[in-house]
T-cell receptor, first 116, second 116 residues
Framework: AQSVTQPDIHITVSEGASLELRCNYS??????LFWYVQSPGQGLQLLLK??????LVQGIKGFEAEFKRSQSSFNLRKPSVHWSDAAEYFC??????????????FGRGTSLIVHP | DSGVTQTPKHLITATGQRVTLRCSPR?????VYWYQQSLDQGLQFLIQ???????AKGNILERFSAQQFPDLHSELNLSSLELGDSALYFC???????????????FGPGTRLTVL
């Protein structure tokens, strides 16, 4: 069965500092991996996704993530955090095939707090 | 704004009642997905419809049902409501039916259901 672990429930950083959010997955084959962001009162927005190829994936809003098969990890990074990045971040692995569809399994999320 | 609309934004009802949540996908999207987000369970996939047909099924209770209409909007029906059904219900849509493997899911802002 596939699963995702986000070890950090909360992360606090200062504005302008670098950020790394951790994600570990369990999946029987080559995984499809996603990072989503959820701002307060909003739905989830896709930041980036990995299917194959280059293990360093660039996303929107200056985010990137690196797929490391040997560590079963897909950590999200940003070199300089802005106050507007404060939100909930979800890692997801996709997915269990069901009727031809691959539905992602989400981690429990990491809440990012940004100090001025 | 993702282009996915959900109504109502908030819903307060009593145990044992039945409610209907509505979702309008982005223009051109054929798939609709329903998710439940709660503090206990995190973000859980419920069900997917693709062009009017059920495509994938997740952790959806028998008391819950959904359908997608010819105009592609979808409704999620929740009946015999229990306190534990209180949650944020998200709808997402995508162009194809792959579940996000090769196309992106766009999430609506959610409907917050409170069961008293």
């Amino acid at each position: 069965a596939q699963s995702v672990t986000q070890p950090d429930i909360h992360i606090t950083v200062s504005e302008g500092a670098s950020l790394e959010l951790r994600c570990n997955y369990s999946y029987g084959a080559t995984p499809y991996l996603f990072w989503y962001v959820q701002s307060p009162g909003q739905g989830l927005q896709l930041l980036l996704k990995y299917f194959s190829g280059d293990t360093l994936v660039q996303g929107i809003k200056g985010f990137e993530a690196e797929f490391k098969r040997s560590q079963s990890s897909f950590n999200l990074r940003k070199p300089s955090v802005h106050w507007s990045d404060a939100a909930e971040y979800f890692c997801a692995v996709g997915g269990f095939p069901s009727g031809g569809s691959y539905i992602p399994t989400f981690g429990r999320g990491t809440s990012l707090i940004v100090h001025p | 704004d993702s282009g996915v609309t959900q109504t109502p934004k908030h819903l307060i009802t009593a145990t044992g009642q039945r409610v209907t949540l509505r979702c309008s996908p982005r223009s051109g999207d054929l798939s609709v997905y329903w998710y439940q987000q709660s503090l206990d369970q995190g973000l859980q996939f419920l069900i997917q419809y693709y062009n009017g047909e059920e495509r994938a099924k997740g952790n959806i209770l028998e008391r819950f049902s959904a359908q997608q209409f010819p105009d592609l909007h979808s409704e999620l029906n929740l009946s015999s409501l229990e306190l534990g059904d209180s949650a944020l219900y998200f709808c997402a849509s995508s162009v194809g039916g792959s579940g996000g493997r090769t196309d992106t899911q766009y999430f609506g802002p959610g409907t917050r259901l409170t069961v008293l």
